[in-house]
Nanobody, 115 residues
Framework: QVQLVESGGGLVQPGGSLRLSCAAS????????TDWYRQAPGKQRELVAR???????NYADSVKDRFTISRDNAKNTVDLQMGSLKPEDTAVYYC?????????WGQGTQVTVSS
């Protein structure tokens, strides 16, 4: 059974940092593309960052130069380091891993940026 579990969310002040982690079981993240998405209240879910099987990364323009996605193959995790956080980064953050015929989501973790 494949399971993705996000952790690391919480309340942080504007300008602060958080590190989210997506831990997988039943699947090797290194063999699939893994994304971080987010969904703010009343808005559509949006792609924030992506890491390919080869380690190439892509970011939404809104988070470029502030967020970094990385993968630890030994731990079977994909992390999202978030810096210079803004109130508009407030959302539920989801991990997704996918490939041909496979598509898995985590349950999400809340990130709130507020003073």
């Amino acid at each position: 059974q494949v399971q993705l579990v996000e952790s690391g969310g919480g309340l942080v002040q504007p300008g602060g940092s958080l590190r989210l982690s997506c831990a997988a079981s039943g699947i090797r993240l290194s063999t699939y593309i893994t994304d971080w998405y987010r969904q703010a209240p009343g808005k559509q879910r949006e792609l924030v960052a992506r890491i390919s099987t080869g380690g190439n990364t892509n970011y939404a323009d809104s988070v470029k130069d502030r967020f970094t996605i990385s993968r630890d193959n030994a731990k079977n995790t994909v992390d999202l380091q978030m810096g210079s956080l803004k109130p508009e980064d407030t959302a539920v953050y989801y991990c997704r891993t996918w490939g041909v015929g496979r598509n898995y989501w985590g349950q999400g973790t809340q990130v709130t940026v507020s003073s």
